[in-house]
């Protein structure tokens, strides 16, 4: 039923909940896992103006491989193939984008990412991506503690 399924991630405590249901699928069909990070990299200028936007976009960066060697270590531990990629963009607009070119048949994502504001003024990344997608969307609610 899947053969590609696409778990974009920005290391949150939600993402890490959802991959555990991305991992689930990709075993269950003997599916490809895409783990994608998107670099968010639109306020880099203006979140802190006292240091280079080459220094923050290179810590975005520095985060993004550490996020996605920890997804794919989980990945490979449970015997999942998996794919890793770092885009740079608007989160939502980049994964709708590569739900299409890669082929994907199903989205895995947490509901919550690290965007606090963000969230409430423009509306979650996931609702962008479960409004957009010609493929099904799971989202995964990170547990109450």
């Known amino acids: 039923m899947y053969d590609h399924i696409l778990f974009p991630t920005d290391g949150s405590d939600c993402a890490d909940a959802a991959l555990e249901h991305a991992i689930e699928h990709a075993l269950q069909y003997d599916a490809t896992l895409h783990a994608l990070y998107v670099a968010d990299v639109r306020e880099v200028g203006h979140t802190a103006p006292a240091l280079s936007p080459d220094r923050i976009k ?3 960066f520095d985060t993004a491989n550490n996020v996605l060697e920890d997804v ?3 990945a490979r ?3 999942v193939d998996i794919e890793t990629t770092i ?3 608007t989160p939502a607009s980049v994964i709708l984008e590569h739900t299409e070119r890669d082929e ?8 919550h990412g690290r965007s606090g504001l963000d969230r409430y003024l423009l ?9 957009g997608s010609s493929v099904p969307v799971l989202t995964v609610r990170q547990a109450d503690e």
């Not at 994907?104 to 509901?111: A, K, P």
Request: negative net charge; aromatic residues 0%; without cysteine.
């Open 58 to 60: 290179d810590a975005l």
């Open 72 to 74: 794919a270590s989980k």
């Open 77 to 79: 531990a449970e015997g």
């Open 87 to 89: 885009a740079e963009g």
């Open 104 to 111: 994907v048949d199903l989205v895995v994502m947490g509901t």
């Open 123 to 131: 509306g979650s990344v996931a609702e962008r991506v479960v409004r």
